[in-house]
């Protein structure tokens, strides 16, 4: 009986440790393990998205804030940046299946929360009002009114801020972007809603559009550093630590104005005084 028990129990032992064993094979890698193992920083790049992202087609260089950032989270783990092309919209599956480790500029919306992880905000995004000239507002309550035509391109965070904020003014929600400036440059709406990033450079490059304005109360949207979702933290926290340095010194908003300068044509003395990055 005492062989038989012992038997037993040593074939216990056998079973929890493999069991263990094979849930400890199972662990994926975290990001930060791969990337100090690799030295190597995967993140997400888009072609045209400035001031964003930006590829030159002759050398292969990506230029923007989002390159920027990327470098200098590099050199701060002691890794060289890895760019891998994707979309705004296939950037959460490439988070998801391990195809990069960082996406800058994503913004941390409820959905994506649920499958990713984000750093802490990298800077605020000002809404703004693009409006067709001699069309006066100074608040989004002077907006919010049925005889005003307001486009936005349908399913983005300007399609949200106008649903939250301007229930009674008629809101056209159009495919993208572009098709929202069309909509307002031919004279079917009043204005669109834009973050600031995207109206400055629109107006650099096509001025008899509208007009900026920031009405008030001035609303922003948070634009982060998308992470996978793990267990480990690492990752998520040295990120954190990093930003609050770059942040410290002032480098976010010397990075997004020098590109907006550089890719978008857009000077800092565009930016009116209560922007603030």
Not at 32 to 42: D, F, N
Not at 104 to 128: C, H, I, Q, W
Not at 129 to 158: M, R, Y
């Amino acid at each position: 009986m005492t062989t038989k028990r012992a038997i037993l129990r040593t074939l216990l032992a056998l079973t929890s440790a493999c069991t263990l064993t094979l849930s400890v094979a199972q662990e994926p890698e975290s990001s930060m393990t791969r990337v100090q193992r690799t030295k190597v920083l995967r993140v997400g790049a888009i072609a045209g998205a400035i001031p964003y992202f930006s590829k030159d087609l002759v050398s292969g260089k990506w230029e923007g804030f989002g390159p920027d950032f990327s470098e200098s989270l590099a050199k701060k783990f002691g890794a060289k940046v890895e760019y891998v092309e994707t979309t705004w919209g296939n950037a959460v599956l490439d988070l998801q299946s391990n195809k990069i480790d960082a996406m800058f500029g994503m913004a941390p919306t409820p959905a994506r929360k649920e499958v990713v992880n984000f750093s802490d905000t990298l800077f605020d995004n000002t809404y703004t009002a693009v409006c067709k000239k001699g069309f006066p507002t100074k608040s989004w309550e002077q907006l919010n009114a049925p005889e005003n035509k307001i486009v936005v391109d349908v399913g983005s965070s300007h399609d949200q801020l106008a649903t939250r904020i301007l229930p009674k003014a008629d809101v056209q929600r159009l495919e993208n972007s572009g098709s929202a400036t069309l909509a307002l440059q031919a004279g079917r709406a009043d204005c669109q809603i834009l973050v600031i990033l995207l109206a400055q450079p629109l107006l650099a490059k096509r001025a008899n559009v509208g007009v900026m304005q920031i009405p008030t109360p001035i609303y922003t949207a948070p634009v982060s550093i998308g992470l996978r979702k793990e267990a480990d933290p690492a990752m998520q926290t040295a990120v954190n630590a990093w930003l609050g340095e770059v942040r410290a010194k002032g480098e976010v908003r010397s990075v997004i104005l020098k590109n907006m300068e550089k890719l978008a044509g857009v000077p800092a003395s565009a930016f009116p005084s209560e922007i603030k990055f």
